[in-house]
């Protein structure tokens, strides 16, 4: 009898009883799957917002597109024009640089200009032929832009400074 007693005593340590634990266990699972829930709904609505998003902005990105590549084109042509503005201004000086030398001008001081007359013969300048003045080609601003494109380039400058403001 006391063998039985003995194996009654052991036996209730082997009985489990987990029905808290296993309750505990499902509650958690449960929870879990419900916040799995939520967060699919909720990146289900991002994406549907995204592509709403995309949807509907779409045209204006296209549309800045073009206005983009005409600002571009503008900016391209602004540059050949200011390179060839300092070809031109370079090409002005030199010839300016070459006139004053041709050009009799009076390097002595005031005291030699005075006392010059008296002691030296003076020179016939106007024997002197100096070459005929022929202007350089310069730039025109019509051979890079066009009137309308001017006030097209205008109006792209005067919108986006007022929609930024």
């Not at 029905?19 to 939520?38: H, I, S, W």
């Not at 005929?132 to 601003?141: D, G, L, N, R, T």
Request: glycine letters at 2%; charged letters at 35%; proline letters at 4%.
């Amino acid at each position: 009898m006391m063998l039985d007693e003995l194996a009654i005593d052991y036996s209730e340590y082997l009985k489990v009883d987990n029905e808290n634990e296993v309750g505990a266990l499902k509650d958690v699972v449960e929870d879990m799957l419900t916040r799995l829930e939520e967060f699919q709904t909720f990146m289900e609505m991002v994406r549907a917002l995204r592509m709403e998003s995309t949807v509907m902005h779409y045209d204006s990105i296209k549309e800045m597109k073009s206005k983009v590549t005409e600002l571009t084109d503008t900016v391209n042509k602004l540059e050949k024009l200011v390179n060839k503005v300092g070809e031109d201004v370079e090409l002005v000086d030199q010839q300016l640089t070459e006139a004053e030398a041709c050009m009799p001008i009076n390097k002595d001081g005031p005291l030699n200009t005075i006392l010059k007359p008296f002691f030296k013969k003076q020179e016939d300048h106007s024997s002197r032929q100096l070459p005929a003045y022929e202007p350089p080609v310069i730039f025109k601003s019509d051979d890079y832009f066009f009137a309308t494109e001017a006030e097209d380039a205008l109006k792209i400058i005067d919108n986006d400074t007022t929609t930024n403001n």
